[in-house]
T-cell receptor, first 114, second 108 residues
Framework: KAGVTQTPRYLIKTRGQQVTLSCSPISGHRSVSWYQQTPGQGLQFLFEYFSETQRNKGNFPGRFSGRQFSNSRSEMNVSTLELGDSALYLC?????????????FGNGTRLTVT | KNEVEQSPQNLTAQEGEFITINCSYSVGISALHWLQQHPGGGIVSLFMLSSGKKKHGRLIATINIQEKHSSLHITASHPRDSAVYICAVRSTGNQFYFGTGTSLTVIP
């Protein structure tokens, strides 16, 4: 069974640009959540989707957005990039009710903003 | 104040030693996760707990809901256990909070 796939693995963008990251969950998983990891702040929760609906959102500005498609694949978008957005972005999928089943993480997308 | 506190931050052990990593949290939770992260970034979920104790191979995780405390134990540690271990909680308000991680190095 294929794991969680995140694309691209690496990305370099310029301040002010926007970026879209993709996450394909494990087949059959309906929940996808997104996280940001930085050396200074550690792991932080961005948002969570279940059956195409955003179930909850972390404490990030509106420049961070996401969506989930009917096949459970998810994208997150960051607009007007800032230097501080440089981070490892991880997504995780789970089988059913969000947060009540184990999380399966992708390998992440490492975003560098210059 | 961090909602999740882990200790120790860094841990060095000799191969074969028994290891304990602690996690305390301040919010009401629906579940607690123990995660393992190797260099390069990949994260593996080790346990998800809402009560009691779970065991998988040499790893044991316990949680005390009343005391808002969880421990991860590694018996007979091995160099391949070297990684960062992260405690995460899903709050009853449906937010995820993460500890800052415990960096474990097991020396042969």
């Amino acid at each position: 069974k294929a794991g969680v796939t995140q694309t691209p693995r690496y990305l370099i963008k310029t301040r002010g640009q926007q970026v879209t990251l993709s996450c394909s969950p494990i087949s059959g998983h309906r929940s996808v959540s997104w996280y940001q990891q930085t050396p200074g702040q550690g792991l932080q929760f961005l948002f969570e989707y279940f059956s195409e609906t955003q179930r909850n959102k972390g404490n990030f500005p509106g420049r961070f957005s996401g969506r989930q498609f009917s096949n459970s694949r998810s994208e997150m978008n960051v607009s007007t990039l800032e230097l501080g957005d440089s981070a490892l972005y991880l997504c995780a999928s789970s089988l059913a009710t969000p947060g009540y089943s184990p999380l399966h993480f992708g390998n992440g997308t490492r975003l560098t903003v210059t | 104040k961090n909602e999740v506190e882990q200790s120790p931050q860094n841990l060095t052990a000799q191969e074969g030693e028994f290891i304990t990593i602690n996690c305390s949290y301040s919010v009401g939770i629906s579940a607690l996760h123990w995660l393992q992260q190797h260099p390069g970034g990949g994260i593996v979920s080790l346990f998800m707990l809402s009560s009691g104790k779970k065991k998988h191979g040499r790893l044991i995780a316990t949680i005390n809901i009343q005391e808002k405390h969880s421990s991860l134990h590694i018996t007979a540690s091995h160099p391949r256990d070297s990684a960062v271990y992260i405690c995460a909680v899903r709050s009853t308000g449906n937010q995820f909070y993460f500890g800052t991680g415990t960096s474990l190095t097991v020396i042969p």
